[in-house]
């Protein structure tokens, strides 16, 4: 396939910025500990990172409209394997002379990232073209974006110590911790996030961002832990965050990783990484939902250590590593929903361990060779523990759809114990089944180039009944399974680099049509009004009680009437009027002949009520 035109680049003249090829170069570093200050960054420049710049506390850093800010690749990187006496047997350290270029939020600074659908911000590596022509398994050329919060996490303070953890200090959710893959070499620490002192903060807003290529490697530690930067990494951000509209395309580890904190993140699409697409832990108790990842299995090689890769890593807290106290949680429970999870012919999409939470809601499954998830249950505070009613009870899974190649099921239980039967009933009660509803979930590259897009919104028939509608007011209530709507063009179409490269397959017909819902002839999936509405052959009244009521009619007209149509309804008054509607009150109560004496009830009419009545007095002495 040859290269497709990029969508950012047409797009410089509309958002009134110059091509990519006119603008200059500025420099910035991280000023010896002082960070880049409060500061605008304009479209007319390229902002190339030379090492890992910090927003101290504080400070704004604005990013505007169609800005491209591009990371150096670090120097002086040297390796060192050193003994330790675990499985790995030894773990690899990796240091730099210089860290790779990254841009890092600190708790109580603030980033103001806003790009448009017509003026997405870019995030690259120093030597992107910006033209698409950059393969997809080219990856770790640069550090990546972080932010910092001040919300909860279950983590310990930062020396590690159960004698300093915070049940005994700061209280439950004050934990602290580092950002993974971030040396602060001025010594200030300004990685650090959590401490739950602004749970409902805000440490940005970050709209259409493409982030691409990077994430950098620092070794990983005994429990097999890896040190290293994702492309976004959100540490113990308030709620007050916002995250929507962002694609996060070849990292060499995660695209986005999710510590602690109560942040919202929406509409992410986070594609062909080497390890996840997302992860989450530390208790994050946020919102996520309309999320895309894709995975393809020749390019998700986790190295670090060597290892499966999901699309989805689901994880509670960092319990393997004694890194939390089990006393002082707050659970890892978001309300997640919505999800696309698509991979060509991984085992599984999504792996739940060490204790993760939340509700799990009306998601799609495409392309797994034998499970849509993974319940681990090696530890005592695990996937399946998290689900098993009797323990913790903290994790469902609700009315998902699953499908792959061959026999595949919804849910595979991976543990010490056998209980695959009981997972299944779990799954199967909660409306999870195998059904394929993607429109089209195949795709294909070659040497790392996108030649077969796909379509990831589910068939216009796969709708969620009202049982299963979110219940968490944080959520937005869809109708549909999935990231994306049935019939609309996908949220990612026309501003990010995949969508570009060719990655939506489907086509979107406009549908034409009454599009106002009072019309008497609405037409709910019409996307383009055709002028046809109209309100007259349905109208009329509506009230069941009038003397005019139509029961035809959709739309009131106003015309509803009592008036001649009132007397007296009951049939057994001398003034009884049959063609009276309404009773008026005027009903005479007069002798009346029994014509018909076996009307036991005396209701006008003989039926099995009067034979019950006699039934019930059959035998009985007069």
Same mark, same amino acid.
């Given at each position: 396939m040859g290269l497709c035109v990029f969508p950012h680049?047409?797009?410089?003249?509309?958002?009134?910025?110059? !091509? #990519?090829?006119?603008? +200059? !170069? #500025?420099?910035?570093? +991280?000023?010896?500990?002082?960070g880049v200050g409060s500061q605008v960054w304009t479209c007319d420049h390229h902002y190339v990172l030379l090492e890992e710049v910090f927003v101290n506390v504080g400070d704004t850093l604005r990013i505007e409209p169609g800005t491209v800010v591009l990371g150096a690749g670090g120097q002086g990187r040297s390796e060192n394997l050193v003994e330790i006496p675990f499985a790995f047997g030894s773990i690899k350290t990796v240091s730099y002379s210089t860290m790779p270029g990254a841009l890092i939020v600190s708790r109580g600074a603030f980033l103001d990232a806003q790009g448009t659908a017509d003026c997405p911000i870019q995030f690259s590596f120093l030597g992107?073209?910006?033209?698409g022509s950059v393969s997809l398994d080219v990856r770790g050329m640069w550090g990546g974006l972080a932010l910092c919060g001040s919300a909860q996490t279950n983590t310990l303070n930062l020396d590690l110590s159960f004698a300093n953890a915070p049940t005994f200090t700061g209280g439950v959710g004050s934990g602290e911790?580092?950002?993974?893959?971030?040396?602060?070499?001025?010594?200030?620490?300004?990685?650090?996030?959590?401490?739950n002192a602004d749970p409902h903060g805000s440490s940005g807003i970050l709209r259409h961002l493409s982030i691409r290529h990077g994430s950098t490697n620092l070794g990983w530690n005994q429990s097999g832990n890896g040190h290293e930067t994702d492309l976004l990494q959100l540490g113990a951000c308030g709620s007050g965050t916002v995250v929507e509209h962002i694609e996060l395309l070849a990292s060499a580890d995660d695209g986005l990783h999710i510590f602690g904190g109560l942040v919202e993140v929406r509409r992410v699409m986070s594609a062909f990484h080497a390890e996840d697409a997302f992860e989450s832990d530390?208790?994050?108790?946020?919102?996520?939902?309309?999320?895309?990842?894709?995975?393809?299995?020749?390019?998700?090689?986790?190295?670090?250590?060597?290892?499966?890769?999901?699309?989805?890593?689901a994880e509670g807290d960092d319990f393997e590593e004694s890194n939390m106290d089990p006393t002082a949680e707050p659970f890892c429970t978001p309300a997640m929903s919505n999800l696309t999870l698509v991979t060509n012919g991984a085992d599984y999409a999504a792996c739940y361990h060490s204790l993760p939470g939340g509700d799990w809601t009306n998601s799609i499954v495409h392309g797994v060779s034998d499970?849509?998830?993974?319940?681990?249950?090696?530890l005592s505070c695990d996937g399946f523990n998290a689900i098993m009613p009797t323990q913790y009870g903290i994790?469902?899974?609700?009315?998902?759809?699953?499908?792959?190649e061959g026999e595949v099921i919804p849910g595979r239980y991976n543990g010490n114990y056998d209980a695959?039967?009981?997972l299944t009933g779990w799954l199967a009660d909660s409306g999870n089944v195998v059904l394929e509803v993607l429109q089209d979930g195949d795709f294909a590259l070659a040497d790392g180039v996108l030649v077969d897009g796909l379509d990831p919104r589910p068939a216009a028939g796969q709708t969620v009944t009202p049982y299963y509608?979110?219940?968490?007011?944080?959520?937005?209530?869809?109708?549909?399974h999935g990231a994306f709507h049935p019939i609309l063009e996908p949220w990612f179409a026309g501003w990010a680099s995949l969508d570009g490269m060719g990655l939506f397959s489907g086509e979107v017909v406009l549908t034409e049509g009454c599009t106002y819902d009072f019309a008497c002839n609405y037409d709910p999936l019409a996307l383009v009004d055709d002028g046809s509405c109209e309100r007259e052959s349905c109208a009329g009244c509506t009230f069941q009680l009038a003397c005019n009521y139509d029961a035809m009619a959709l739309l009131d007209d106003g015309s509803c009437t009592t008036e001649g149509c009132t007397g007296c309804t009951w049939p057994g008054a001398e003034n009884y009027d049959p063609a009276a509607t309404l009773d008026d009150g005027t009903c005479l109560m007069g002798v009346i002949e029994d014509v018909c004496p076996a009307d036991l009830n005396e209701d006008g009419e003989v039926t099995s009520v009067d034979l019950l009545m006699l039934l019930s007095v059959y035998g009985e002495p007069c």
């Open positions: 680049q047409g797009k410089a003249q509309v958002c009134g910025c110059p !091509t #990519v090829s006119e603008r +200059d !170069t #500025v420099w910035v570093t +991280d000023d010896a500990g002082e992107d073209p910006l033209d911790d580092l950002l993974e893959g971030v040396v602060d070499v001025s010594g200030q620490q300004r990685h650090v996030y959590g401490g530390q208790g994050w108790q946020g919102v996520g939902q309309h999320w895309f990842g894709l995975q393809d299995t020749a390019l998700a090689q986790a190295s670090n250590p060597p290892g499966r890769s999901f699309v989805y890593d499970a849509g998830i993974e319940i681990q249950h090696y994790l469902t899974l609700r009315n998902w759809r699953v499908c792959g695959q039967e009981e509608t979110a219940t968490d007011d944080r959520l937005e209530v869809t109708s549909y």
